[in-house]
């Protein structure tokens, strides 16, 4: 028994030495924790912080009190926003109208109705004739507002005013980007996988045919610029810029984080917009949480006409609006929660029927899910690379 009493107690100090080194192992473990936990959040801030800093308006500037937003009753419903792609090159002809300040080459209103969870795209032409009354440089073309518009300082809100009065839609937000971006960008993805509808051609004769290609930056720059190789300019390559966007869609949506943060310094660097980081993260998870069955796309109907240009007298090709089917087409899609607008509202042309020279386009929504794909064209060949 003394033996046993003595063994008991020469053990007890050691069962108390190995539960003190297990606590300090476990505060050990949990200090380190709580510092990496701490040193991330201090990360994740700084990196916040970096990108909030580095986002800015630019020379894009404010959308100004001109400029007509949701109204308050409606904002928790949906929100209106103003996406154009700047670009910095010389128009089809060599000719640069832009006063060096580039050229809104693509125009699109997008409606996100927050209630329902859908996002609906205006498709604008660049080439939409507003009249010879707005300051345009004598093009008489929606995409010079940007650039001569009255207003030196908040550029932006003299395209924005336009949408406002001629119409009738609400702009909330913006972002601009320079075209710039997606061949930058895609250089570090490396490219994307896309469905190509038809053959698209080149002023050189340089061809991509139909079918499904992974495309890398030179030729993601092409199919989002090629224009002037369609006998309907502007609504071919909107078409084209469809699946495009289709693809992009899917290609981010499978994306790990880590090449999101790849892209997100290009990203910033050719942006200007009126959103913080957190606006932007907040809309980025909204769209990328969608699917493609909610996300719709309609082009402006209308066509082609012909006007001189005011400073050369040149004969030249515009998009006229057929302001009755738009009235429409807003009406439907893109006020969901406000009264319609008639057309006699709208401060857009009003066209006679036979200026449209090669006929009109009357759009519906189209919702990107529907976009044809190689699935549904059997005749469509499937490559990794694309022809050029």
Request: net charge negative.
């Amino acid at each position: 028994m003394e033996n046993s009493t003595s063994q008991q107690g020469s053990t007890q100090p050691s069962n108390g030495r190995k539960k003190g080194s297990k606590n300090r192992v476990v505060k050990i473990v949990l200090v380190v924790l709580a510092a990496l936990l701490l040193l991330m959040g201090i990360g994740v801030a700084i990196v916040y912080f970096y990108l909030d800093a580095q986002i800015s308006e630019g020379d894009a500037g404010q959308l100004t009190s001109a400029v007509q937003s949701t109204t308050p009753e409606l904002k928790s419903k949906v929100v209106h926003y103003l996406v154009c792609g700047i670009d910095f090159d010389k128009d089809d002809d060599g000719r640069d109208y832009s006063n060096g300040l580039g050229m809104t080459d693509v125009i699109m209103y997008v409606t996100l109705d927050v209630e329902k969870g859908t996002m609906n795209i205006l498709q604008i032409p660049r080439d939409t004739y507003v009249g010879e009354e707005l300051p345009t440089g004598g093009t008489y073309r929606l995409n010079a507002i940007y650039s001569h518009g009255a207003d030196e300082v908040n550029r932006i809100s003299n395209l924005a005013t336009v949408l406002s009065d001629d119409f009738a839609l609400p702009v909330d937000h913006y972002v601009t980007i320079n075209m710039d971006m997606f061949r930058a960008m895609f250089k570090i993805l490396g490219g994307l996988e896309m469905y190509v509808p038809w053959d698209v051609a080149d002023e050189k004769g340089n061809v991509i045919p139909q079918g499904t290609y992974f495309l890398d930056a030179d030729h993601i720059e092409w199919i989002l610029r090629q224009r002037k190789e369609y006998a309907q300019g502007d609504l071919k390559r909107l078409e084209l810029q469809q699946y495009f966007y289709k693809a992009m869609f899917r290609t981010f949506k499978s994306f790990p984080m880590s090449d999101v943060i790849k892209v997100m310094p290009t990203f910033i660097t050719y942006v200007n917009t009126d959103m913080s980081v957190s606006d932007l993260i907040s809309l980025a998870s909204t769209f990328m949480q969608m699917d493609s069955s909610k996300i719709g796309f309609a082009r402006c109907p209308g066509g082609s006409i012909t006007r001189y240009n005011g400073v050369t007298g040149e004969k030249e090709s515009c998009y006229g609006i057929n302001v009755e089917n738009l009235a429409t087409l807003l009406n439907n899609y893109y006020r969901p929660y406000a009264d319609p607008v008639p057309a006699s509202a709208l401060g857009l042309p009003v066209l006679d029927e036979d200026e449209f020279t090669l006929g009109q386009l009357n759009d519906d929504l189209k919702m990107m899910g529907t976009l044809e794909n190689d699935s549904t064209l059997p005749d469509a060949e499937s490559t990794s690379q694309p022809a050029a």
